[in-house]
């Protein structure tokens, strides 16, 4: 490889604004800051909101005259 051309790589504390969680891991830059980390993001907490798209689905049915059978 030649010498000289490849950026410097630091150990980097990744830190997250929204729940103030910090990790470690390899970055070209000096510091890292995130808005939404795995420790407060709501797909790997299981606090997804599911009901958003059943209320869409039910506006649908009722635009168009559709009955729910399975109920």
């Given at each position: 490889?030649?010498?000289g ?26 510091e ?16 997804q ?23």
């Amino acid at each position: 490889m030649k010498t000289g051309i490849h950026p410097k790589y630091y150990t980097v504390t990744v830190t997250c604004t929204t729940c103030g969680n910090t990790f470690e891991t390899g970055s070209t830059n000096k510091e890292i800051h995130v808005d939404t980390c795995s420790n407060c993001h709501p797909f790997y907490t299981g606090k997804q909101k599911f009901t958003v798209a059943a209320g869409r689905i039910d506006k649908f049915n009722k635009r168009y005259g559709i009955e729910d059978n399975q109920k």
